[in-house]
């Protein structure tokens, strides 16, 4: 049983549409983080929200971290082909750092 | 370049046969670690080290071993490889333990026959 339950698992949908993904616990962070993990690399962090409600953007990227920093979503704007890949979520507790199973994104042009 | 670096990127084994993936980190971290990642699992910790000669078991550290004989290195081994650890691996590194940002290898992809 995975800690953190990512969903959707796949999502395709065409380029200039949003999405959003999801990631979920019963468990309490101090600190969750999502990388972007493109094919045939390791994954690379896009961003680590700390504070219940916070909310970040990056460009077309929106973060959110729930108020009980138990769940946080991934919200794209107008997607783009370039934002293809594996979307995962890590939450930090005191001792170690758990990924989700990831999403897995396809824009198509 | 910061940069973790493993090899192979990519292996062919079979059943029994003692194998190393070696991992190495140009940023003086103090953390490493060791990642498998397999469909619909996610990356699941092998095993991790907080320093030099410091090292702990993750989630699923059967049929691995590690060593930090110097900070920058963080071998893995397969002292007798099974089928069951076909996967792919990651190594990453960091500069705080649980809340840094990690920084990954780009994967050696493990085939045990």
């Known amino acids: 049983t995975q800690l953190l339950e990512q969903s959707p698992q796949f999502l395709s949908i065409q380029e200039g549409e949003n999405l959003t993904v999801y990631c979920n616990s019963s468990s309490v962070f101090s600190s969750l983080q999502w990388y972007r993990q493109e094919p045939g690399e390791g994954p690379v962090l896009l961003v680590t929200v700390v504070t219940g409600g916070e909310v970040k953007k990056l460009k077309r990227l929106t973060f959110q971290f729930g108020d009980a920093r138990k769940d946080s979503s991934l919200h794209i704007t107008a997607a783009q082909p370039g934002d293809t890949g594996l979307y995962l979520c890590a939450g930090a507790d005191d001792y170690k750092l758990s990924f989700g199973a990831g999403t897995t994104v396809t824009v198509r042009a | 370049e910061a940069q973790v670096t493993q090899n192979p990127r990519y292996l062919i084994t079979v059943t029994g046969k003692k194998l190393t993936v070696t991992c190495s980190q140009n940023?003086?971290?103090?953390?490493m670690s060791w990642y498998r990642q397999d469909p619909g699992l996610g990356l699941r910790q092998i095993y991790y080290s907080m320093n030099v000669e410091v090292t702990d078991k993750g989630d699923v550290p059967e049929g691995y071993k590690v060593s930090r004989k110097e900070k920058r290195n963080f071998p893995l081994i397969l002292e007798s490889p099974s089928p069951n650890q076909t996967s792919l691996y990651f190594c990453?590194?960091?500069?705080?333990?649980?809340?840094?940002?990690?920084?990954f290898g780009e994967g050696s992809r493990l085939t045990v026959l």
């Open positions: 990453a590194s960091s500069l705080l333990r649980v809340t840094g940002e990690l920084f």
């Open positions: 940023m003086n971290h103090e953390y």
